[in-house]
């Protein structure tokens, strides 16, 4: 059962463009949620994060959306920079589950210069 | 400030055979997490240690077992291996618990390769 799906494996971006990338999750005990970058022969890095209290958080080029009743989030990067290219995993907790991360399987972003 | 760091960076096992592997989380940090990352999928959640406890475990075999020791360093233990348990093992360590989210923050694992 995939609780946290991310359905685009790849997206391809033009350098200053803006890149968005999509998560959707079925489970309603999930409050708390957040974004990782990937570089290939590293571990995952923190990016943002949101409460499932708010529907929009900002940290410099990087924005997630929260929309509950869709079940959806998503991040935005604006303006894109070839260093942006890497994989970027959602994930998301509950509480009650002891604030364990469940993660979709990844979209590889590729921001072309 | 050091990050999370792991090791070994990369291990060749044979079927049947244990490993253990290593984590230091970052200073200050107290929780402890495992995971396990097969290509193209997201990691996997296997263990989670809060001051030296247990506080979850995933959906892995007995096989899997772990421990956190009094400085918060972690092991993460694998017998009777098997070829599906290649992948790379990733810690990760964050400042609270099971009671608040926090995010964590992972070092750059552990290559496993059973042949």
Aim: contains cysteine; proline residues 5%; aromatic residues 12%.
């Amino acid at each position: 059962d995939q609780q946290v799906k991310q359905n685009s494996p790849s997206l391809s971006v033009q350098e200053g463009r803006i890149s968005i990338l999509n998560c959707d999750y079925t489970n309603s005990m999930f409050d708390y949620f957040l974004w990782y970058k990937k570089y290939p022969a590293e571990g995952p890095t923190f990016l943002i994060s949101i409460s499932s209290i708010k529907d929009k958080n900002e940290d410099g080029r990087f924005t997630v959306f929260l929309n509950k009743s869709a079940k959806h989030l998503s991040l935005h990067i604006v303006p894109s920079q070839p260093g942006d290219s890497a994989v970027y995993f959602c994930a998301a907790s509950a509480r009650e589950y002891g604030n364990k991360l469940v993660f979709g399987a990844g979209t590889i972003l590729r921001v072309k210069s | 400030d050091a990050g999370v760091t792991q090791s070994p960076t990369h291990l060749i096992k044979t079927r049947g055979q244990q490993v253990t592997l290593r984590c230091s989380p970052i200073s200050g940090h107290k929780s402890v997490s495992w995971y396990q990352q097969v290509l193209g999928q997201g990691p996997q959640f296997i263990f989670q240690y809060y001051e030296k406890e247990e506080r979850g475990r995933g959906n892995f075999p007995d096989r899997f077992s772990a421990r956190q020791f009094p400085n918060y360093s972690s092991e993460l233990n694998v017998n009777a291996l098997l070829l599906g348990d290649s992948a790379l093992y990733l810690c990760a360590s964050s400042l609270a618990g099971v009671e608040n989210n926090s995010p964590l923050h992972f070092g750059n694992g552990t290559r496993l390769t059973v042949t």
